[in-house]
Nanobody
């Protein structure tokens, strides 16, 4: 199994950029598809992006497509979310998650981090 731990959240102005990082302990990290989710105040958690075990396949929510980029470095057990052109509606707690089955990444993550807060001011 893996245990994701997020970092990199903070306060940024609208139009700015931020990069989130996620490290995941465990020797089998490269077996897992990884994803990012977010939960805004008063709203349900929603899917943001996912990447397969080797980084060859990615998928994004329509709301972030063209602005966010997910990537991974298996040698470092790291996953990243580069967020550009940030909007106030991107404000949320961002969670990193892992699953062995990429096709289930949007709805069937098995391991979750505790989240990192991103606040975008207008």
């Amino acid at each position: 199994q893996v245990q994701p731990v997020e970092s990199g959240g903070g306060l940024v102005q609208a139009g700015g950029s931020l990069r989130l990082s996620c490290t995941a302990s465990g020797r089998t990290f490269s077996n897992y598809a990884m994803g990012w989710f977010r939960q805004a105040p008063g709203k349900e958690r929603e899917f943001v992006a996912a990447i397969n075990w080797i980084g060859a396949r990615t998928v994004y929510a329509d709301s972030v497509k063209g602005r966010f980029t997910i990537s991974r470095d298996n040698a470092k057990n790291m996953v990243y979310l580069q967020m550009n052109s940030l909007k106030p509606e991107d404000t949320a707690v961002y969670y990193c998650a892992a699953t062995l089955i990429y096709e289930r990444a949007k709805v069937g993550m098995d391991y979750w981090g505790k989240g990192t807060l991103v606040t975008v001011s207008s």
